[in-house]
């Protein structure tokens, strides 16, 4: 298996811009989770979605912010419109089950927002 | 204030020498205790996992403790190696709960 997927893996916008990050969960897996992570704040869940249902998206930072998943194999994250706090690396991982069981991740996009 | 506190911030260590990472945590009950090895650019990979029942876990030259009475948990890193140079990061599971603990991760530098 590929493990999962994330494009692009890099990202340069400048501050207005909509981004689009892409995902590829692992083949079977039920759960999709997408994180930020910073310096400051570490890893942060944003949303998670079971079965291609958002379940939790309590970490969404603000409308400006959202998801999809339009099918088992493919999750979007968007930004629109993109601001320079929102610089950092994203990450998607997902699992078979949602309690106590190993997350795997992908590459994450590196995104920087001028 | 973060349920997950990891000591040192970073460290720098000599090829062949042994290292010791700090996990400190709060959370309470938990289900199990992860340490996650992220190399840069890379995204984090499961090192050991344990159950709040379970004392010790090795997974080759890494071998990570857990001491659920303090609430500490520790990664030895046995005879490092350049390829040992990442982060470390300590991540708490509580039941039942798909919202982990993340540390802010101990990030090891080994020099040749």
């Known amino acids: 298996d590929a493990g999962v997927i994330q494009s692009p893996r890099h990202e340069v916008t400048e501050m207005g811009q909509e981004v689009t990050l892409r995902c590829k969960p692992i083949?079977?897996?039920?759960?999709l989770f997408w994180y930020r992570q910073t310096m400051m704040r570490g890893l942060e869940l944003l949303i998670y979605?079971?079965?291609?249902?958002?379940?939790?998206d309590s970490g969404m930072p603000e409308d400006r912010f959202s998801a999809k998943m339009p099918n088992a194999s493919f999750s979007t994250l968007k930004i629109q419109p993109s601001e320079p706090r929102d610089s950092a690396v994203y990450f998607c991982?997902?699992?078979?089950?949602?309690?106590?069981?190993?997350?795997?991740f992908g590459p994450g996009t590196r995104l920087l927002v001028l | 204030k973060n349920q997950v506190e990891q000591s040192p911030q970073s460290l720098i260590i000599l090829e062949g020498k042994n290292c010791t990472l700090q996990?400190?945590?709060?959370?309470?009950?938990?289900?199990?205790l992860r340490w996650y090895k992220q190399d840069t650019g890379r995204g984090p990979v499961s090192l050991t996992i344990?159950?709040?029942?379970?004392n010790t876990k090795s997974n080759g030259r890494y071998t990570a403790t857990l001491d659920a009475d303090t609430k500490q948990s520790s990664l030895h890193i046995t005879a490092s190696q350049l390829s040992d140079s990442a982060s470390y990061i300590c991540?708490?599971?509580?039941?039942?709960?798909?919202?982990?603990?993340f540390g802010a991760g101990t990030t090891v530098t080994v020099r040749a």
């Open positions: 991982a997902s699992s078979f089950f949602v309690h106590e069981e190993t997350q795997y």
């Open positions: 083949s079977g897996h039920d759960y």
């Open positions: 979605f079971n079965n291609n249902v958002p379940i939790d």
């Open positions: 996990c400190n945590y709060t959370v309470s009950p938990f289900s199990n």
């Open positions: 344990m159950t709040f029942s379970e």
């Open positions: 991540v708490v599971s509580p039941p039942n709960d798909y919202k982990l603990s």
